[in-house]
């Protein structure tokens, strides 16, 4: 879901930057699918030289966001349907595998943070705010990342979750948020009470109707 480069303890290069950036416009829909990205456009709106940003736009297409068309250049990929549901898969597997390595590291202040987030979540929810709802909620869950102690699983996650961001900005509704929280809200419910395959089996159900294609 939204973009998780702030979990990275150390300083990023500047084609790193950069690619969160033209990220987020991409999920702002400030350019769309299909449409082109300007290397010149994004230099000068930066005040920068083209070279980093030719490196976070190659960033971009390894990650599988964007995709260099003959003729055309860079633009934003469209997903399709099968597509979208094989990232979701890929998460879904990904957070479940978290929570396993997660187990045994949930101390008083770990329990904490979570139902904090939990909290923040459901207030989310009660505002009906879609952006900030997918934004939160997509925190909780690298939380269990990050009590996971994993950096591989943190950046495959964050590779799968950067595809369904942009899925869910453009084709999440209230109706769909109320889906997936209906689910979602037995994840931390389950993990705080110790019960991780009830966590995975609510994570599952979860993901499942965040990409529910029939109600998008």
């Not at 303890?9 to 299909?34: D, R, T, V």
């Not at 942009?166 to 037995?186: C, E, I, P, Y």
């Amino acid at each position: 879901m939204v973009n998780r480069v702030d979990t990275h303890e150390f300083g990023e290069s500047l084609p790193q930057q950069i690619y969160k950036m033209i990220l987020k416009k991409i999920i702002a829909k400030e350019i769309k699918a299909g449409e082109k990205i300007v290397e010149e456009d994004i230099a000068r709106e930066l005040n920068t030289s083209r070279a980093p940003v030719r490196e976070a736009l190659y960033l971009l297409q390894i990650d599988g966001i964007v995709e260099r068309l003959p003729r055309r250049g860079t633009v934003v990929k469209t997903f399709s349907e099968k597509e979208i549901e094989e990232y979701n898969r890929v998460a879904l597997e990904l957070i479940r595998i978290a929570i396993d390595y997660s187990r045994e590291k949930w101390n008083e202040s770990n329990r904490a943070q979570l139902a904090q987030y939990a909290d923040e979540v459901q207030a989310a929810f009660e505002r009906q705010d879609v952006i900030e709802y997918e934004t939160i909620a997509g925190y909780m869950l690298l939380f269990i990342f990050r009590v996971a102690d994993n950096k591989a699983l943190i950046r495959l996650y964050e590779t799968a979750m950067n595809i369904l961001d942009v899925f869910v900005q453009v084709r999440w509704t209230r109706r769909l948020m109320g889906s997936f929280h209906a689910k979602l809200v037995d994840l931390p419910a389950a993990i705080l009470e110790s019960d991780f395959e009830r966590a995975k089996q609510a994570a599952r159900e979860a993901l499942d109707e965040g990409v529910n294609l029939s109600e998008a």
